[in-house]
């Protein structure tokens, strides 16, 4: 019992004496002294010159030093100056190793640390020499407890260390590559780190914050585990498991920094704004599971003139993937903006020449709001919902791409157009079950496509139409419409033509057959209610214009109007009440009433013609009206030619009216100087012109004609009266035989200049 009692007291007595030595220690041993020692045994392994203010033992804190102002040298070749400067260092180390004379570092703990980056105009990094740095065997080596193999750097040689802690750290990053001639510097501060298991045989525990640029506190975090390094390392081997996350980190300077993002993303392209990201990954280079979030919604994006999403507008994008060797599987991924929700799943195979082997669908999507997003749409303000889904299969060189577009209702409106210098309010329309359909290849930079599109039902500018149906294609810039038909206005219209996409201009061959003409007139033009009748007509056009006026709409064709009424003259009686006001004629003619004469109706069983447009102006090369009816004639007709000023809206028309047999007979018999603008067939013809507009068109009957015709129908019956009267004054020989008489009448001067007048 006594003897437990002293070696208790002895134990305590030792104790009591290593805590006072441990106390006074650092107080009576100066490791100042060993200063330069220290800097020789050091300097093989950095390859760089390297000081420090002062340094001192710890024992209470941990058995170790703690060191000031450590300071490493800047490579000569990039500038003067320090490249690390450590501020506060303490290093602990672990105490049995110590007793066995090896020394293995337990901690280090870096207090304001700061180093200087530099990439330099050719490339090169200032670091690359620690990197490469060879170690070399020093004449008194320190047993670390580890053995030091050739060709190791000081990089592993430094990895003795069980946990490093940095507080308050800063690096600057100074840029002279990027862009050539120019310097800019990145700084990144609030640097807080923390590795443990520091090893190349285990795997390392990290954890790092930050505050990138523009942050106002720490924005970046990446904590994980990476490793076990192993004695020489491979990347393509390497495990890790680690998470990234950043806030409010500035994303135009992201595309500063790599210019890569730029070569990828279209020409005017542009971001700014602060945006937030996770990624996750495990795995090694070979066989890596990443999952990615990024929150756009604090971002403004433009494209040139085409597309900006401003801030607030709701983008995220969330990548789900897995790379195995040089295959990269895209699990179902989502993009998401304003209204839309993308999820994209598929394979890339192969890094030089990918296959891709892409899905990408929609779930159904509004168009409310997108006008913000793409100003071109503005003024036809879409709404409604689609549905897309597109498939991408093949190589960047040679690669083909389904797309299927649905949409169970798609409304918009037309651009408003000018009436007569007058805005006119934008026309509505409206599909109702389309369905759009393209596959379309890429094959060296070469792209053609075909397509379909079917509209169950819908509405253009308030008239309602049904069953559209187009067939098309695409190849070297020229948009082929193959096929066209859709039911409309109690008809249908079909069409074929091309469009060149790079200069807008295209060429078209409309057909339409039997559309409500009163109909299409009132909801397409500025003339309501002015015309009736079934519609049917082949057309050509196209928008190339002239010399003189390029873009301008050039039309030729022919028509057919049945069935047909013009609701604001009536030609027939117009021209009758001319010709019933010639002196001469009128007392023979009565006025004729008529309820169409009333109306200023000019109804016709039928209307055909061929015509052609150009600048604004429609020549009417052959128009014919057949049957045309009033309450007094039936069969009559009519032709006119001439132009018409669309852009003016003036008529300066030419024609003739035919009346019917039966009616032309009826007016020569109540006046017998009519006789004299019959026709061979008895039919009775009124030239006229028409002036005004297509509002108010003007028939004027061309009344120097009848007069004329008509004075020389009374001259002849005055001749044949004064021949008449001659003739009977040669009858008077009454030896002569009744043979020789007839034969001198005949040839009788006075009869042949007669007949010269007559003419």
Request: a neutral charge; charged letters at 25%.
């Amino acid at each position: 019992m006594q003897s437990m009692k002293k070696i208790i007291i002895i134990v305590l007595s030792v104790i009591f004496i290593l805590f006072a030595g441990a106390a006074i220690a650092p107080f009576v041993i100066d490791l100042n002294k060993h200063k330069g020692k220290i800097i020789e045994l050091a300097r093989p392994y950095l390859a760089r010159d390297f000081d420090f203010a002062g340094i001192k033992l710890t024992i209470m804190k941990g058995l170790g030093a703690e060191i000031d102002e450590l300071r490493i040298a800047e490579n000569p070749e990039f500038g003067k100056g320090d490249f690390l400067n450590m501020g506060h260092l303490r290093i602990k180390v672990k105490l049995l190793p110590l007793l066995r004379k090896e020394i293995q570092i337990k901690e280090l703990i870096l207090d304001r640390p700061a180093i200087q980056l530099i990439k330099n105009a050719q490339g090169e990094f200032n670091f690359n020499d620690l990197m490469g740095a060879q170690t070399k065997k020093p004449e008194e080596p320190v047993n670390t407890g580890t053995t030091q193999r050739k060709g190791d750097g000081a990089l592993l040689a430094g990895l003795a260390v069980s946990t490093l802690t940095l507080h308050h750290g800063k690096i600057d990053f100074v840029d002279k590559f990027t862009q050539q001639g120019t310097s800019t510097t990145t700084t990144i501060d609030q640097l807080d780190m923390k590795l443990t298991d520091v090893s190349v045989d285990n795997p390392i525990h990290f954890y790092m914050a930050a505050r990138l640029p523009d942050g106002t506190e720490q924005n970046f975090m990446i904590r994980g585990t990476m490793g076990p390094l192993g004695k020489t390392i491979d990347t393509k081997r390497l495990f890790m498991d680690i998470t990234l996350r950043t806030k409010d980190l500035n994303a135009g300077r992201i595309v500063t920094l790599y210019p890569a993002i730029t070569e990828i993303l279209p020409k005017d392209t542009s971001f700014s704004g602060l945006l937030g990201m996770e990624i996750v990954s495990k795995g090694n280079i070979d066989d890596l599971d990443t999952r990615c979030s990024i929150d756009l919604k604090g971002i403004d994006i433009a494209y040139g003139e085409s597309f900006r999403k401003p801030r607030l507008v709701p983008c995220q994008i969330s990548i789900k993937a897995r790379k195995t060797g040089e295959n990269i599987q895209l699990d179902p991924s989502t993009i998401t903006l304003h209204t839309l929700s993308l999820t994209g799943s598929g394979e890339v195979r192969g890094f030089n020449n990918p296959q891709i082997d892409l899905l990408f669908e929609t779930e159904e999507t509004s168009l409310k709001g997108w006008e913000t997003l793409i100003p071109a749409i503005k003024e036809y303000e879409p709404d409604g919902n689609f549905i897309l889904r597109t498939s991408v299969k093949g190589t960047l060189a040679d690669i083909a791409a389904d797309l299927q577009l649905s949409s169970p209702s798609l409304a918009f409106k037309l651009s408003p157009s000018a009436d007569k210098g007058k805005e006119t309010s934008p026309e509505k329309g409206r599909f109702e079950y389309m369905d759009l359909k393209v596959q379309a290849v890429k094959k060296n930079d070469a792209v053609k496509g075909a397509g379909t599109l079917d509209v169950k039902k819908g509405e253009i500018q308030s008239a309602s139409f049904d069953k559209m149906q187009a067939q098309f294609d695409y190849q070297n810039d020229i948009l082929g419409i193959r096929e066209f038909h859709v039911h409309t206005l109690d008809g249908d219209i079909s069409m074929n033509g091309t469009v060149e996409t790079k200069k807008m201009q295209w060429s078209v061959k409309p057909v339409v057959k039997n559309i409500n003409l009163a109909e299409a007139v009132d909801k397409f033009t500025q003339y309501k209610n002015l015309f009736k009748g079934t519609f049917s007509g082949a057309f050509s056009a196209d928008n190339s214009g002239d010399n003189n006026q390029k873009g301008a709409l050039n039309v030729t064709g022919s028509f057919q109007i049945d069935q047909g009424e013009i609701m604001n003259v009536n030609l027939v009686d117009t021209i009758l009440e001319s010709l019933s006001g010639i002196k001469g004629i009128s007392t023979f003619l009565e006025t004729e009433d008529s309820e169409l004469a009333k109306q200023k109706i000019t109804r016709f069983d039928s209307m055909d013609g061929d015509f052609s447009m150009a600048n604004n102006k429609i020549n009417l090369k052959t128009v014919a009206l057949h049957n045309i009816h009033t309450v007094e004639i039936t069969s009559s007709d009519a032709f006119i030619n001439g132009l018409i000023n669309y852009a003016s809206d003036k008529l300066d028309l030419k024609g003739k009216l035919v009346l019917s047999q039966e009616y032309s007979a009826r007016l020569t018999k109540k006046a017998e100087p009519l006789n004299a603008i019959l026709n061979p067939e008895k039919r009775m013809i009124l030239p006229f012109t028409i002036i005004g507009s297509l509002s108010k068109p003007t028939p004027i009957l061309d009344i120097p004609y009848v007069t004329s015709a008509t004075a020389k129908y009374y001259g002849r019956k005055e001749l044949e009266k004064l021949g008449e009267k001659i003739g009977r004054s040669e009858k008077g020989g009454k030896d002569q035989p009744s043979g020789d008489k007839d034969q001198k009448r005949k040839e009788s001067p006075i009869g042949n200049i007669l007949k010269d007048i007559l003419k």
